[in-house]
């Protein structure tokens, strides 16, 4: 939609940046599709929420089952054509799965098979309460979902199938967690494991905000248009972001001002967006020896005494 959109896309693969775009591929044309291949996009994750024509015009509103042949015509072509050069960009079939469209679950894998894409991802919706929170799986809903997610994997496991079942194991346990049924999907996981967003992630969006992390936008740390990345990283908001997402006090009224909800007590509860960080880091240091894990307490303490000389020169 952005006019110059391409000239953007060319410009930052030229200083060397990772290029990763989501989109609904709705105004991807052939013309479109070739320039995003030579000019090397890495990734392209594309959000359908459907399998079939009809489930994508239900969950579409403002689209028809002719705009899913479109997709699914130009992706085959992109993907053909990927292949006979870089073959990149890397294409992930993104679909948020809710009671419109659970049941197509096993046509949005068909769908991925079709337009020999390499990678899917299936997330829970993330509802606002009082306008979406009716989108939300009943009980019986995601048993049937879970049958059938498990049942998938089992499948794709015993063929060796190429095709990446992205967060798969993130997505498999917020359907089984015991708060599904109200949209907490992630509060048994977030209090299990420390939250390293403050110090491993920043989202910058349009208007110049930074934010700590995906759901943080209530509370950005500030803006570069107004001071450097660099001080906003070490800003007091920065810290104060990593001393409340460490300790994780879910009576600190801090974590209402967190996600969509502004009547959550924890919005953190309500799918954690950076949990896929956080597991993975968590992971890595868990599996360090106690002399690295020395060396990096070591450096750190160094960090903080050289920072507090800095600060108080």
């Not at 799965?97 to 829970?124: C, G, H, K, R, W």
């Not at 803006?223 to 990345?229: G, I, P, R, V, Y």
């Amino acid at each position: 939609m952005h006019p110059e959109a391409m000239r953007i896309i060319s410009y930052a693969k030229k200083k060397g940046f990772i290029v990763s775009i989501n989109t609904n591929f709705t105004l991807v044309t052939e013309d479109i599709a070739r320039y995003l291949v030579e000019n090397k996009v890495d990734h392209l994750i594309v959000s359908l929420w459907a399998g079939t024509p009809d489930v994508y015009a239900q969950t579409h509103p403002n689209k028809t089952e002719e705009t899913f042949y479109e997709i699914k015509s130009c992706l085959q072509f992109l993907n053909r054509y990927k292949r006979r050069r870089e073959n990149v960009p890397c294409i992930k079939i993104y679909n948020v799965v809710f009671n419109m469209n659970y049941q197509n679950f096993p046509s949005m894998i068909d769908f991925v098979v079709a337009t020999e894409s390499e990678a899917v991802e299936f997330t829970l919706i993330d509802t606002i309460p009082g306008k979406t929170d009716k989108l939300l799986l009943s009980e019986k809903q995601a048993e049937e979902l879970l049958f059938m997610a498990k049942k998938l994997k089992e499948q794709f496991d015993n063929e060796n199938n190429t095709i990446c079942l992205e967060n798969y194991e993130t997505f498999l346990r917020r359907l089984s967690s015991s708060c599904q049924g109200n949209g907490e999907y992630d509060r048994d996981i977030m209090q299990t494991i420390p939250c390293y967003a403050g110090w491993t992630f920043a989202r910058i969006v349009a208007t110049g905000d930074v934010n700590s992390c995906l759901k943080s936008h209530r509370i950005p740390i500030g803006n570069l248009h107004k001071e450097t990345f660099r001080s906003l990283w070490n800003s007091a908001r920065q810290q104060e972001f990593r001393r409340k997402t460490r300790r994780f006090d879910i009576h600190d009224p801090y974590f209402r001002l967190i996600g969509n909800d502004t009547n959550a007590a924890v919005g953190c509860f309500r799918s954690c967006d950076n949990i896929g960080h956080s597991l993975l880091l968590h992971n890595k240091i868990t599996r360090l020896n106690k002399p690295v894990k020395a060396i990096l307490k070591t450096m750190a303490a160094v960090g903080r005494t050289r920072n507090s000389l800095s600060t108080r020169n």
